[in-house]
């Protein structure tokens, strides 16, 4: 497939000449990704290249201390915490490894935290919360706690939320880590399909070639550094 930028035009997301350090630790030395709407692109690389502290930048959860985040035409590296967090509410949605359900809410309640903070009412967002879940097969545990479900249904809840409020970007840090490799490839083939149905692109942030082979393209980093290496997949 040919996935060079004049074949899809401008990128939706893209980061150029990233540095972000944590006190005398560089994570980031001149890091560059792009993403296109509708793309999965991985980002992989050996632990501690700098994986997580890229997709950060990207989503705007973490400052840059030096480079540029374009999301179309807006600096999100300049941008106000009121403007992030909508942007995080309504186009951005993010997956972690674990621990990002509220552990008081059932899954459904879960699900649908994220529409009522952006105003929709509570029916209306139960209904929808339990089409996603259901979608992803875990329509059952609808009024089960985290705690009381399975790492692959707290994950398949995880996407529910993630995808709930029709995201432009999915970031997904390892969203498969905590899981065995079958539950895990399983939740990466729903991820996928789910976003190419709503058209959402995937930042998808691993360090297992199988997961990475779910996506369109992978970018590798070295000691916090894209290389040469960002090729198709
Ligand atoms: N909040 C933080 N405070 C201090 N150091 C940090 C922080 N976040 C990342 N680092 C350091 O920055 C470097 C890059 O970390 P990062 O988590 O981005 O890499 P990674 O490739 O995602 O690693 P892993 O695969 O192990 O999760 C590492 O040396 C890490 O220890």
Redesign the pocket.
């Known amino acids: 497939m040919n996935t060079t930028e004049s074949a899809h035009g401008q990128p939706l997301l893209a980061a150029r000449g990233l540095y972000?350090?944590?006190?005398s630790?560089?994570?980031?030395r001149g890091a560059s990704a792009q993403l296109r709407a509708g793309e999965i692109v991985a980002?992989t690389?050996?632990?501690?290249?700098?994986?997580?502290?890229?997709?950060?930048c990207m989503a705007g959860m973490?400052r840059p201390d030096h480079g540029q985040v374009m999301y179309g035409d807006e600096h999100l590296a300049h941008a106000s915490e009121d403007r992030l967090s909508e942007l995080r509410r309504t186009q951005f949605a993010v997956v972690f490894q674990f621990g990002q359900l509220i552990p008081e809410l059932t899954a459904v309640d879960n699900v649908s935290l994220p529409l009522i903070l952006g105003g929709t009412d509570r029916r209306t967002a139960h209904g929808q919360a339990h089409s996603w879940l259901e979608r992803f097969g875990v329509l059952d545990r609808a009024e089960a706690r985290p705690g009381e479900l399975s790492g692959g249904q707290e994950q398949r809840v995880a996407l529910a939320r993630a995808l709930v409020t029709g995201p432009r970007i999915v970031f997904a840090?390892?969203p498969t880590g905590a899981l065995d490799s079958l539950a895990g490839e399983q939740v990466m083939t729903e991820l996928t399909a789910a976003a190419r149905e709503l058209g959402a692109a995937v930042l998808l942030?691993t360090?297992d070639a199988t997961i990475a082979a779910y996506a369109d393209r992978e970018i590798r980093?070295t000691d916090?550094r894209t290389g040469a290496l960002e090729v198709s997949a």
């Open positions: 972000k350090a944590y006190g630790t560089p994570a980031l980002v690389g050996p632990s501690g290249s700098g994986k997580s502290s890229l997709l950060h973490v840090d390892e942030v360090h980093l916090g």
